[in-house]
């Protein structure tokens, strides 16, 4: 069963930086490679909300508005994994990290919708404090 693993969660202060990796563990099925990943993150009484997207190929990524100039993510499809470089972070980052695989395979775009992706790792705490 393919399963999506995050870790490099933390605590780090104002203007610190965290780098997020999003594994896959794949006995059978899936192709990694073959599908966009999105990172979204959920803080306490907020709903998921999209941070950063990359495509199959890396060639395309997205960004939200409150993290376009300060993360940035990448991928490395020959060891099925994705990052998200996390810099001068800020207090309101704080929240729990999910990655997440699109259902589609080979999409140019990046979805932006949590109903787009269908396969969700557990998720990464990451706390910025003031």
């Known amino acids: 069963q393919v399963q999506l693993v995050e870790s490099g969660g933390g605590l780090v202060q104002a203007g610190g930086s965290l780098r997020l990796s999003c594994a896959t563990s794949a006995t059978s099925g899936r192709t990694f490679s073959n599908y966009a990943i999105g990172w979204f993150r959920q803080a306490p009484g907020k709903e998921r909300e999209f941070v950063a997207g990359?495509?199959?190929?890396?060639?395309?990524?997205y960004y939200a508005d409150s993290v376009k100039g300060r993360f940035f993510i990448s991928r490395d499809n020959a060891k099925n994994t994705v990052y998200l470089q996390m810099s001068s972070l800020k207090p309101e980052d704080t929240a729990v990290y999910y990655c997440?695989?699109?259902?589609?395979?080979?999409?140019?775009?990046?979805?932006?919708?949590?109903?787009?992706?269908?396969?969700w790792g557990q998720g990464t705490q990451v706390t910025v404090s003031s």
């Open positions: 990359i495509n199959w190929n890396g060639r395309n990524t």
């Open positions: 997440a695989a699109d259902h589609a395979a080979f999409r140019v775009l990046v979805p932006t919708t949590p109903g787009a992706y269908n396969l």
